[in-house]
């Protein structure tokens, strides 16, 4: 008995169109990085076909595409290191980001194969990596100049809160990206998920959804449904063990909870070593049999109790619904002090996915 995903290819689909909605104008840079959020890279990447291009963040994950014969353009966000990495992109017929001087260097002085799509990023205001609004000029006259690199160039930068709708920082950097792209001949690339959701004029010529894609709320309020989506991953497991405990019992490690009266207490086959969130507070919700129940005391590595009074009809064998449909993973990551991207990201592969057309 162990946990199981199910990844609803459907709702990921759905929420792939609601992008379309909201951007109906921009092409679609899919960011299927990190296993796609968790719920397997190939199975997300060929569900999500219908998207301009993917983007995924090192070279291994371009591989594991292109050796599953995947031929759409796949853009490395983290960019190059050495040369090996970028002769083998260059023959991958990978989209570079161009981030800083050295990979610039990098281009200007290896052979390649045929000349690379290059996306130069432009730091606005994340302070992560991208080169000065001030360098932005003397970057593309190099990269124009440099026959390992086709044309038209790319630009994208990123916003550092986009999903606090009314920071004022959101509408500095995009004025800062404006003007370091004034005059310059290419396809712009600004907005991530929370940022699609604010509208023109951040849309841009390219959008890049991520968590929105995999049916997650971008902002730190509201629900996924609220905004349209549908959730892809439903989590769950099943009821071991079903037991009665007295008034004062404490539960699991660390005694941290007592039973305030007589009770029953399910036992549920998952824990961190799945990836359930190890800091998931006493009260977090679970679904047992479709009804909102809590978990109480710490999560331990295979087990999770649960307070069964909302329940008291459950059995061994009854499944546990830990996030997914009937249960938004963003309510599970506020009760464990984490965000939905952590906890999609952090399922282990003792999780086994089962996919839904």
């Known amino acids: 008995m162990h946990a199981e995903a199910r990844i609803d290819l459907n709702a990921l689909q759905h929420n792939l169109l609601r992008v379309r909605e909201l951007a109906p104008m921009s092409k679609i840079l899919a960011v299927i990085k990190a296993n796609g959020y968790g719920h397997g890279i190939v199975p997300v990447a060929t569900a999500l076909g219908d998207a301009d291009a993917y983007a995924v963040a090192n070279l291994e994950e371009a ?117 370091a792209v004034r005059g310059m001949t290419a396809e712009l690339s600004i907005a991530n998920s929370a940022a699609i959701f604010l509208g023109n004029p951040f849309h841009q010529d390219w959008v890049r959804p991520g968590i929105m894609l995999y049916g997650a709320n971008p902002f730190p309020q509201g629900t996924a449904e609220d905004l349209g989506l549908q959730p892809v991953m439903t989590l769950s497991t099943r009821l071991i063990a079903v037991n009665t405990r007295r008034k004062g019992e404490v539960i699991g490690y660390g005694s941290t909870w007592s039973c305030p009266e007589d009770m029953p207490l399910g036992v549920a086959a998952i824990g961190y070593g799945d990836g359930y969130p190890r800091h998931a507070v006493s009260g977090t919700p679970v679904l047992v049999n479709g009804t909102r129940a809590q978990i109480v005391g710490r999560v331990s ?57």
């Open 301 to 357: 590595m295979d087990m999770i109790c649960i307070d069964l009074r909302a329940c008291e009809d459950a059995r061994i064998g009854d499944p546990v619904v830990l996030w997914g449909e009937g249960l938004p993973v963003d309510e599970v990551a506020q009760c464990a002090n984490t965000i939905s991207y952590e906890l999609l990201c952090k399922i282990t592969s003792r999780v086994s996915l089962h996919y839904t057309p």
């Open 63 to 179: 591989l594991t595409l292109r050796n599953t014969g995947v031929d759409k353009p796949i853009v490395l966000l983290e960019g190059l290191v050495d040369k090996e990495e970028l002769q083998q992109s260059s023959i991958q017929q990978l989209e570079l980001v161009v981030h800083h001087p050295h990979q610039l260097e990098l281009l200007e002085k290896v052979k390649l194969a045929e000349p690379m799509r290059v996306w130069l990023k432009i730091d606005t205001g994340m302070h992560r990596i991208g080169i000065s609004p001030d360098s932005a000029d003397a970057f593309m006259r190099r990269l124009y100049e440099c026959p390992q690199v086709k044309k038209p160039i790319r630009i994208m930068s990123h916003f550092a809160n986009a999903d606090q709708a009314d920071d004022p920082s959101i509408q500095t950097q995009f004025e800062l990206f404006q003007s």
